[in-house]
């Protein structure tokens, strides 16, 4: 059974535009971050990201979860754990 899926993107039928408004800017992170996240290009970035770049995408990804997010709200979130 799949855990993870990107259903937003594939039904978003509104403008995709930055700097309008917060439910606008809202919208468009999250359709900008599941295509970033589509499993052919981020293997195609990942391999061309320097350790550094890389290193800064994981701790902006870690920083964000534990700040935003409690840690049951991490484990079944994030981590899709069943407890």
């Avoid at 899926?5 to 999250?30: A, N, S, Y």
């Avoid at 800064?56 to 981590?79: A, Q």
Wanted: proline share 1%; net charge negative; aromatic share 12%.
């Amino acid at each position: 059974m799949k855990k993870y899926f990107h259903q937003f993107v594939e039904t978003c039928e509104d403008l995709l535009t930055f700097g309008w408004d917060r439910p606008t800017d809202e919208q468009t992170l999250i359709c900008y971050l599941q295509m970033f996240s589509d499993d052919q290009l981020i293997r195609t970035l990942a391999g061309r990201m320097s350790d550094a770049e890389i290193e800064e995408v994981y701790n902006l990804i870690n920083r964000l979860l534990k700040t935003h997010l409690k840690d049951s709200e991490y484990h079944r979130l994030f981590l899709k754990e069943e407890h």
